[in-house]
């Protein structure tokens, strides 16, 4: 039944998102400055929100731990950590074939694009280092440890999209300041997709991740027996 | 507090003694930096001018490559014996055990650094000797930023596999803002300016850098320690 | 100018698209092998439990 509304949830997103498409190919304009793939927005930045709140889960999560001592917070730690990095590397790849389309170059190391880099490499640390702890007390520790580090550069990417007088290509946020007109029903839209598809992701991580607790036990009990 | 402090500082002599009695590490990561010296001599046909362009990146990568070395060995060294159990259920605090290591691991990184700058001088005609109070002072503050940040996860990894290999994994990414103030910095003080006014930016990112990481770290390093 | 900005905009919604794709066929797959693992320690525990 849990099962089914994971789905059910993660297939809402799907068609969600799908919407959002047909309404940009069908009602939306070509961007003034930037023709239609100016419209990448709406996949790049909800993907970055998603990142950065499934982050925030975690950190919390994981200071819990460390205070509780009640693996359910790890488990959900790692599960949004996880989708987390997906939805970060999302936003590098289609932030990145935006800039090549709009600035000619794939890559630049100016502060946004190395903080985000910076910030996909600090989790993907953690999804890293985590298999490799063998018992399960140090490897949840260990884990939020890690977590709680790495988001410290999680604010410093949101200032560093906001500061201004800074050298760089990235656009500063517009939506915010009301700058274009007609682009708030596709945004809102894509960030419900995207929270949809995340909060699916999510559950299913973790129902594996509560699997892979309960092999650990099967395992011990197997070999007390 | 004041227990704790001489604590940090017992543990410090100790590792520093063990290390220089031994020197292993010393030597390990000194010829390891020598070497990486030597091949980045390879890597770029630059005229004298431009080369000082890189000149201060490449020397910091030189630092941070010989500094996951050291650093690696600060928990690591403990496992033989069990002496990193022993440490634990003693009752010194977790964070006096920490601070003892980072301040061995600073120095000795240090000391490697020390040796690195006059060969890297020498391979790369780099005239390092003039303003030498700012170089010291980048040093001083970028070292001590990755010592304290290498410890925190040198003792995170020290009961993973393949530990050599997690460390830098980990730790570069966090020393990306450091790395950068203090190449920055280095660079300029290699090209001539010195680092007052808009240079100072980069002191100043060395010390906020440090000062939010050495807080942190003090601060979890009790549930590490202890779990 | 636009049909080629359309391209890029067609590019960038693939690459998310395919990334989501291979983190969910990831999932499915590590999916099965835990609830695999999980059956066959479940008979294990059950068969010494037995005996």
């Not at chain 1, 997103?13 to 239609?36: D, K, R």
């Not at chain 1, 999560?61 to 790692?78: A, H, R």
């Not at chain 2, 890189?54 to 010989?66: E, P």
């Not at chain 2, 993973?160 to 990306?176: G, K």
């Amino acid at each position: 039944m849990r099962e089914k509304a994971t789905y059910a949830l993660g297939i809402l997103g799907a068609i969600v998102m799908i919407w959002n498409l047909h309404h940009i190919f069908t009602q939306m304009a070509p961007e003034s400055a930037q023709g239609m793939a100016g419209w990448i927005l709406f996949i790049h930045v909800p993907a970055d929100f998603m990142g950065d709140i499934l982050y925030t889960v975690a950190l919390v999560t994981s200071i819990l731990f460390l205070v509780k001592k009640d693996f359910t917070y790890d488990s959900i730690s790692v599960a949004c950590i996880e989708v987390g990095t997906m939805f970060i590397l999302v936003n590098l790849v289609t932030g990145s074939i935006w800039g090549k389309n709009q600035w000619g170059i794939w890559w630049t190391w100016d502060l946004r694009l190395t903080t985000q880099l910076m910030k996909f490499l600090l989790y993907l640390g953690y999804l890293v280092v985590r298999p490799a702890i063998a018992e399960a007390t140090q490897r949840a520790t260990m884990s939020a440890f890690i977590a709680i580090f790495a988001y410290a550069d999680v604010p410093l990417v949101m200032m560093a999209i906001r500061l201004p007088n800074v050298r760089t290509q990235h656009p500063s946020p517009v939506i915010e300041t009301g700058g274009i007109n007609d682009v708030a029903v596709p945004f809102v839209v894509g960030i419900i997709a995207q929270l949809l598809m995340a909060l699916a992701l999510m559950l299913v991580r973790l129902h594996q991740e509560n699997t892979r607790r309960e092999i650990d036990s099967l395992r011990r009990e197997l070999h007390a027996l | 507090m004041k227990s704790g402090l001489a604590t940090a500082l017992t543990i410090a002599r100790k590792d520093l003694r063990t290390e220089l009695r031994t020197k292993e590490s010393i030597n390990a990561a000194a010829s390891f930096a020598l070497v990486i010296l030597v091949i980045f001599s390879f890597a770029f046909n630059l005229e004298r001018d431009e080369f000082y362009a890189i000149s201060g990146g490449l020397l910091w990568l030189v630092y941070s490559f010989a500094g996951a070395l050291i650093v690696n060995r600060a928990f690591s060294r403990e496992l033989p014996n069990d002496c990193l159990d022993v440490l634990i259920a003693s009752p010194a605090p977790g964070w006096a055990i920490f601070l003892g290591k980072a301040v061995a691991a600073f120095l000795l990184l240090l000391l490697v650094e020390a040796i690195s700058l006059p060969v890297f001088g020498l391979f790369y005609n780099i005239r390092w000797t003039e303003s030498l109070g700012w170089l010291v002072l980048i040093i001083l503050l970028a070292t001590w930023g990755m010592t304290i940040v290498g410890s925190a996860f040198s003792a995170v990894i020290v009961n993973v596999r393949l530990r050599e290999l997690m460390l830098p994994v980990l730790l570069y990414p966090i020393l990306i803002p450091l790395l950068i103030a203090a190449m920055g910095g280095t660079t300029a003080l290699f090209q001539g300016e010195p680092l007052t006014g808009e240079n100072f930016g980069y002191i100043r990112q060395l010390i906020g850098f440090d000062a939010v990481y050495t807080a942190l770290a003090l601060y979890m390093i009790e549930f590490i320690l202890v779990f | 100018m636009d049909v080629t900005n359309l391209t890029y905009l067609f590019y960038a919604y693939s690459a998310a698209w395919i990334i989501i794709t291979i983190f969910v066929l990831m999932l499915v797959s590590r999916g099965r092998k835990i609830d695999r693992e999980l059956a066959r320690l479940k008979a294990l525990v059950e068969d010494k439990e037995r005996s």
